[in-house]
């Protein structure tokens, strides 16, 4: 037996003992009211400041008395692990191909922050095998007693695996910068997954601006075209990160500012922006649990897969 068959099998074995807890029931999910908040966070562009954002935000969190996973599901740009000064052994594509599980892959950051690094893996999330998708789908369901927040850190744009993961989470968090290109290419990502999913809430977080009055003035020209062109959809404004030398200064030593420099200005607005969506009601259609992001990205990516062949 080679290497592969024995992954292969490895995989299968897991599988067959996921599906057996799935249908004795030995897994009940835990009420919406208790589980995690599956958040992703996401841009138009790249540039933006996003994955710092997910790293400081994480830590907010977690100043909170939240336990807090990151997904980095950022493909072309992985760089979560930089943000926190890591250097992670394992990525998602051991957890696929059955060689390591999600406990082995998770590495630690500041503040008890666990992180599931991307490397090859997001990739391979598109082209899942049945026992393959079993085995994920049951490790992910272990992270649900374990967590308060899930946050992903997408990519940037409107590619497939971007779209298909903000879909997928419950919350889906818009990074915005006061530059035009920045603001028309979250207006096409808003665009996108309203008119070709249906999706009508969006989170505004402006990113690098001088103040509030600046971060509002860009909120509004968003919300402004997306009231006049899209009918239904729902811009929530959520707060600003001002633009810091200290988080500059931060990120060029592989830390996140709220670690190095809690008294700074965008250190507390972390604080209150992560204070804030915990405060924030819950989405009613969500399921709830972790497993279920999976299975919902698993099934938007096949329903794209059997289109591409028709």
Do not use: W
């Not at 633009?243 to 209150?272: H, N, T, W």
């Not at 804030?276 to 938007?300: A, Q, V, Y």
């Amino acid at each position: 037996m080679d290497q592969a068959q024995g992954l292969r099998k490895i995989v299968e074995t897991k599988a067959v003992e996921a599906r057996r807890r799935m249908i004795s029931g030995s897994t009940a999910p835990r009420s919406i009211q208790h589980a995690p908040r599956v958040i992703s966070v996401t841009s138009g562009k790249g540039g933006v400041g996003k994955t710092n954002i997910v790293g400081n935000l994480a830590v907010a969190f977690a100043r909170l008395g939240k336990k807090v996973l990151i997904f980095d599901a950022d493909l072309g740009l992985a760089n979560i692990d930089i943000i926190f000064g890591l250097n992670p052994s394992y990525h998602m594509g051991h957890v696929i191909d059955g060689e390591k599980s999600l406990a082995d892959v998770m590495v630690e950051g500041p503040e008890g922050i666990r992180i599931i690094p991307a490397g090859s893996g997001v990739a391979e999330l598109t082209h899942l095998s049945e026992g393959q998708k079993l085995n994920l789908l049951s490790e992910f369901e272990a992270l649900d007693d374990m967590l308060d927040v899930f946050l992903i850190d997408t990519g940037a744009g409107i590619s497939a695996n971007v779209v298909y993961f903000n879909l997928a989470a419950d919350e889906c968090i818009i990074v915005v910068t006061d530059e035009p290109t920045s603001i028309t290419d979250a207006y096409a990502m808003i665009k996108v997954m309203f008119t070709q999913h249906g999706t009508k809430h969006f989170k505004i977080l402006v990113n690098m601006v001088k103040d509030n009055s600046v971060a509002k003035a860009v909120y509004e020209n968003l919300s402004q075209v997306a009231d006049r062109f899209l009918n239904g959809v729902l811009l929530e404004y959520i707060g600003f990160i001002p633009g810091d030398e200290l988080m500059r200064k931060a990120v060029l030593r592989r830390k996140p500012v709220m670690s190095l420099y809690p008294g700074a200005e965008c250190s507390k607005q972390f604080i209150k922006l992560a204070a804030g969506i915990l405060e924030s009601p819950r989405r009613h259609e969500s399921d709830g649990n972790i497993k279920f992001f999976l299975k919902r990205f698993i099934g938007f990516r096949t329903s794209q897969m059997l289109g591409d062949t028709q």
